[in-house]
């Protein structure tokens, strides 16, 4: 093995990245993300349309960048309904940002011995993270729009590190999707088509994302979801083998949160809401949008 990538291997398994895989920085990704944006899928998500050019170029996000190095870092697979109602399960514990963004700096400082320079992300950065990890052989991409392992399905998060190392590139997996489809028919607002989740439907745009409360038909369609939502990964047959990957326990939910009910989480205001959701990903939202959400909702 080349000696920075086994450097690179040992590094991330010991901070707990269940998967490394490297792409080029150059493949070309096709036109899937400008036409998303071009018909309006982003929904109000302007900020997708303002990262697009180094979307498509990362040499405008590092500057002589050769590889993106993509990770896997597991999150919590058991059910997402609790007492509070359905909140996703990459949402449950502690905001995975501040998490792996130290463990990125690690590794950074791992490749910078040998004289890499780096710039690291997860989820936040204009860096199309479901592309690169397909093609650094991750995964592949489901009808779900997500990607999927062989051993392991879905329940991960993607990080990513542009470098202006040139490591060996690994080679993309065959999509094992085949004639299923149970991920469309689970969607319980149907915002799946043709491998892509058309955020103006999609349930985890709205009770995160949106600034604006949902238009009725998605707002009944909502019953149970607080925060998130996973049906189309529930639907998917490769999350119901049992995962070979130990969970971080900082992603497991709090007793706190679990035995807390909606009406209770819909009095939460100013100092208490941040009191109560500090160190969550919940926290963004705000208590105005967590309100608005319990009150769409059926719980
Ligand atoms: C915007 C966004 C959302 C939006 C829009 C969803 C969407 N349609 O992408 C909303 C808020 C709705 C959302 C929801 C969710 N998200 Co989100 N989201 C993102 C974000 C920030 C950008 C995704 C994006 O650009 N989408 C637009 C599409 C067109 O671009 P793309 O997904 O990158 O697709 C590229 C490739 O996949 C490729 N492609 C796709 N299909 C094909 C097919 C072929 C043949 C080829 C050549 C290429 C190709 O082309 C595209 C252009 O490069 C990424 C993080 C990131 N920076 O990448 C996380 C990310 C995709 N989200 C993630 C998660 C976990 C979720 C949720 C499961 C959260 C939840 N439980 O509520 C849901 C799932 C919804 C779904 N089914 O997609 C994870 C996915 C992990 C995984 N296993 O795949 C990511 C990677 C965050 C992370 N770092 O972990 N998300
Ligand atoms: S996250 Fe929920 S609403 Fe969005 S595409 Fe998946 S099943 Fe549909
Ligand atoms: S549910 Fe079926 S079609 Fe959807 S992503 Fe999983 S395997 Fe692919």
Excluded at 40 to 62: D, I, Q
Excluded at 151 to 168: D, K, N, V
Excluded at 200 to 214: A, D, N
Excluded at 218 to 239: F, K, R, S, V
Aim: aromatic share 8%; hydrophobic share 35%.
């Amino acid at each position: 093995m080349h000696p920075i990538r086994q450097a690179l291997e040992y590094a991330a398994a010991a901070l707990g990245f269940t998967g490394v895989g490297v792409a080029d920085a150059a493949t070309p990704q096709g036109n899937r993300l400008q036409e998303f944006i071009e018909t309006g899928k982003h929904a109000g998500m302007e900020w997708m349309a303002r990262h697009l050019p180094s979307r498509l170029n990362p040499e405008l996000v590092l500057p002589g960048v050769r590889r993106v190095i993509m990770l896997t870092y597991e999150y919590p697979r058991q059910d997402s309904r609790t007492a509070p109602g359905c909140i996703a399960r990459y949402a449950q514990g502690e905001d995975y940002h501040k998490l792996l963004a130290g463990k990125l700096a690690d590794l950074d400082e791992t490749l910078q011995f040998y004289g890499g320079t780096q710039r690291t992300f997860t989820d936040s950065g204009p860096v199309s993270e479901r592309f690169f990890a397909a093609q650094a052989g991750l995964g592949w991409i489901g009808r779900n729009g997500l990607l999927i392992r062989p051993r392991g399905g879905s329940y991960f998060f993607l990080a990513s590190i542009l470098t202006t190392l040139e490591l060996p590139v690994d080679a993309p997996m065959p999509n094992h999707c085949g004639n299923c489809h149970r991920c469309e028919t689970a969607c319980p607002t149907g915002a799946l088509k043709d491998g892509c989740c058309d955020a103006r439907r999609c349930l985890s745009y709205w009770t995160i994302e949106s600034k604006t409360p949902p238009p009725p038909d998605i707002a009944a369609a909502q019953q149970e979801h607080l925060y998130g939502c996973d049906a189309c990964q529930e639907a998917c047959p490769w999350n119901r083998l049992p995962s070979p990957h130990r969970i971080d326990p900082h992603l497991l939910m709090t007793a706190t949160l679990a035995e807390t009910a909606p009406a209770q989480l819909a009095e939460l205001t100013g100092d208490s809401f941040e009191h109560f959701f500090a160190g969550s990903p919940i926290r963004r939202i705000g208590p105005e949008h967590l309100r608005s959400n319990i009150a769409n909702g059926n719980f």
